[in-house]
């Protein structure tokens, strides 16, 4: 988590997040409100790079069947 705060999030006091519309409270991506943009972005590349190679050792796997 890091440590400085979240962008178009509020710090507010609880009794005052009550009085506050819901879209006001959360941002529209993933991890609403408790990630950063840069953690949820590096996530995503993490993710997309991760099944990648899972596709790349797939591949050579297959070519290397083919060749035997």
Do not use: W
């Not at 519309?21 to 590349?45: E, F, I, L, M, W």
Request: net charge positive; proline share 6%; aromatic share 6%.
């Amino acid at each position: 988590m890091p440590s400085n705060r979240l962008t178009y999030v509020p710090a507010l006091r609880p009794h005052e997040y009550a009085t506050i519309s819901r879209p006001k409270k959360t941002v529209q991506r993933a991890y609403g409100g408790s990630r950063c943009a840069n953690c949820v972005k590096d996530r995503v590349v993490r993710a997309f790079l991760i099944e990648e190679q899972k596709i790349v050792k797939k591949v050579l796997k297959e070519s290397q069947q083919k060749k035997r």
